[in-house]
């Protein structure tokens, strides 16, 4: 395809590659040079360029740190109809970056931003291995959320407050050397200054108040964000009153769940039944 192919209309890999063309020929700048910019190829901006390749969110924010215009490509990217995201998820990140405190609570996974490396490869893997995902949005996934997890080595980070149901636990995910390392990073994450880790048990019952996984943010100016999920899509609440109603349960959860010590003992007693196979 060459430039006088390039339809912006065509689809939304064109569209943000003609954006991309334009802004670098306005600045004068040859391929070579924006590639340096960015930290890729030419042939990558090349393809960008001719809507063959479509964007990550890594290469949006250097695009938009190599031109100074704020978060254009960001903004193009995440509505480039990837999609990789559940409705309402674009909207979280963009709190869930300015929060001061996460409270996590989840059912069958690790919460997202505990997650070692192998166990995302391995859940977003066997997405594209029953057909539920491509290829690219399973590596979108990835490479978003361990961006992500760079909130946790921040200065000041967040306080976490995560509560994971022993499902989580014993699920496994990929090999049981994923599952070995992935309980080993918890037990790690769990003694850290500001993270508090607990677990609910199985015995809990009918008193775990939540069916599905929430989360709760609290951000600088005190106020609460709340985001929850079903099987196909995801919401940001921000209605006082659903919120405060969210954090009583929470508060409730956090008294039935086991301490923090013990939950680190179990945590342990699990990856040592992953570990002996």
């Not at 995560?162 to 499902?167: C, L, N």
């Not at 009918?206 to 985001?227: C, D, K, Q, S």
């Amino acid at each position: 395809m060459n430039k006088r192919e390039l339809d912006p209309q065509a689809s939304p890999a064109a569209e943000f590659g003609a954006i991309l063309r334009e802004s670098r020929e306005q600045r004068g700048w040859t391929q070579e040079h924006l590639a340096g910019l960015v930290g890729c190829t030419s042939s990558h901006i090349s393809a960008l360029e001719n809507g063959r390749r479509k964007a990550t969110r890594r290469i949006s924010t250097e695009l938009d740190r190599a031109f100074g215009r704020g978060d254009q490509f960001l903004a193009e990217w995440s509505k480039s109809g990837q999609r990789i995201l559940f409705e309402g998820f674009e909207e979280y990140l963009r709190e869930e970056s300015k929060a001061v405190a996460m409270r996590l609570f989840e059912i069958n996974i690790v919460p997202s931003l505990l997650q070692t490396p192998a166990y995302v490869r391995a859940y977003q893997g066997a997405l594209v291995g029953r057909g539920a995902s491509t290829q690219q949005q399973a590596d979108e996934r990835t490479e978003l959320l361990l961006h992500r997890q760079g909130l946790l080595a921040g200065d000041p980070a967040p306080l976490v407050h995560a509560v994971i149901d022993e499902g989580a636990l014993r699920r496994s995910i990929g090999s049981r050397e994923v599952m070995v390392e992935q309980l080993q990073h918890l037990e790690a994450l769990a003694v850290r200054p500001r993270v508090l880790l607990q677990v609910s048990p199985f015995s809990l019952g009918e008193l775990r108040p939540f069916a599905h996984p929430i989360t709760l943010l609290t951000m600088p100016n005190r106020a609460m964000v709340g985001y929850g999920e079903t099987q196909k899509r995801g919401f940001l609440e921000r209605d006082p009153e659903t919120l405060a109603g969210w954090a009583g349960e929470y508060d409730h959860l956090q008294v039935e769940a086991l301490s923090r010590a013990a939950s680190i003992e179990f945590i342990r007693e699990v990856r040592k039944g992953f570990d002996h196979g």
